[in-house]
């Protein structure tokens, strides 16, 4: 897959990106691992899973 990177305001292609591979988050076990739980009543892992959200959703739009 090629990314296009376009400047915002004079949508110039200023390169392009190869992407050879994507990491998945495993939320779970990452939530584990830092908070000792992956309980969504965890006030940290809940706020880690909504921070996740919103990062994909701002920085991927489609």
């Known amino acids: ?6 400047g915002e305001d004079d ?9 050879q591979s994507v990491y998945t988050v495993d939320q779970e076990e990452e939530a ?3 908070f000792m739980t992956d309980g969504s009543k965890h006030l940290g892992v809940k706020s880690y899973w909504d921070d996740l959200q919103h990062m994909w959703k701002d920085h991927f739009k489609s």
């Open 32 to 34: 584990r691992r830092v």
């Open 1 to 6: 897959m090629t990314i296009t990177l376009i």
């Open 11 to 19: 949508n110039v292609t200023y390169g392009l990106l190869e992407v």
